[in-house]
T-cell receptor, first 113, second 114 residues
Framework: SQTIHQWPATLVQPVGSPLSLECTVE??????LYWYRQAAGRGLQLLFY??????ISSEVPQNLSASRPQDRQFILSSKKLLLSDSGFYLC????????????FGPGTRLLVL | GNSVTQMEGPVTLSEEAFLTINCTYT??????LFWYVQYPGEGLQLLLK?????DKGSNKGFEATYRKETTSFHLEKGSVQVSDSAVYFC?????????????FGQGTTLQVKP
C-alpha cells in the first residue's frame, strides 16, 4: 500500500531563517506531487506541483521554492522565512489512471516568529 | 477562471441532526468534483467524489450529487455524530488537466455537539 510521510510535524522558526520541509511517498512510482499551504482560517492554496524528477511548476509567486531530487521525494524550501510563511503545509500525491484523486500527508505546522 | 465557493462556517449542530454544506463551482467544460475532510490536527482525506453530471458520491453516510444545471455539489448527511466534527473542503479538478491539480473551496468547519 502507498503511504506519504512529512517531517517535521511541527516547526517554529525565527524570521529570516532558512526552511526545508520534506515529503516522501512509498509504494508507488512516478507520482504527481503537490505542496499546499493552509493559512489559519483559510482554505488550501496550491503552491507547487511536480510531474517528474526535476520538474517543478509554481502556482503563485512567493518566498518559497520546491525541488524534486528523487522520484518520490519533494522538498519545500526557503532561504529567508517571512512571518507570512506561517501555516500548515500539506504534501499530496496522485498517480495512475486515478490522476484525479489526491492523497494527502499529515502536514507540517510552521510558525514563524 | 475555475473556482469553488462553500458556505461559511462554522456550522454547529446537535448530534443526529441533518447536515447540509453548500458548494457551488465555476468551471469551463466538465470538471470532476470532490469533498475532502480534515480532522483536527491531520491532513486531508478524500470523502467522496463524482466525475460527471448527476453522479452521486457517497461514503460514511455522506452524500453529494453533481448538479450541472445549478453548478452545485452540496454535501449532506442524515444524522451527524460528534466524530464528524471536522473541516470539510469542496474541490474541483478541471476535466482536461493531466496533472491532477485541484481547486479547493475555503473550507467549512462543522462542530457537532452531543
Amino acid at each position: 500500500s502507498q503511504t506519504i510521510h512529512q517531517w517535521p510535524a511541527t516547526l517554529v522558526q525565527p524570521v529570516g531563517s532558512p526552511l526545508s520541509l520534506e515529503c516522501t511517498v512509498e509504494g508507488t512510482s512516478n507520482p504527481n506531487l503537490y505542496w499546499y499551504r493552509q493559512a489559519a482560517g483559510r482554505g488550501l492554496q496550491l503552491l507547487f506541483y511536480s510531474v517528474g524528477i526535476g520538474q517543478i511548476s509554481s502556482e503563485v509567486p512567493q518566498n518559497l521554492s520546491a525541488s524534486r531530487p528523487q522520484d518520490r521525494q519533494f522538498i519545500l524550501s526557503s532561504k529567508k522565512l517571512l512571518l507570512s510563511d506561517s501555516g500548515f503545509y500539506l504534501c499530496a500525491w496522485s498517480v495512475g489512471q486515478e490522476q484525479e484523486t489526491q492523497y494527502f500527508g499529515p502536514g507540517t505546522r510552521l510558525l514563524v516568529l | 477562471g475555475n473556482s469553488v465557493t462553500q458556505m461559511e462556517g462554522p456550522v454547529t449542530l446537535s448530534e443526529e441532526a441533518f447536515l447540509t454544506i453548500n458548494c457551488t463551482y465555476t468551471a469551463t467544460g466538465y470538471p470532476s468534483l470532490f469533498w475532502y475532510v480534515q480532522y483536527p490536527g491531520e491532513g486531508l482525506q478524500l470523502l467522496l467524489k463524482a466525475t460527471k453530471a448527476d453522479d452521486k458520491g457517497s461514503n460514511k453516510g455522506f452524500e453529494a450529487t453533481y448538479r450541472k444545471e445549478t453548478t452545485s455539489f452540496h454535501l449532506e448527511k442524515g444524522s451527524v455524530q460528534v466524530s464528524d466534527s471536522a473541516v470539510y473542503f469542496c474541490a474541483l479538478r478541471k476535466g482536461s488537466s493531466n496533472t491532477g491539480k485541484l481547486i479547493f473551496g475555503q473550507g467549512t468547519t462543522l462542530q457537532v455537539k452531543p
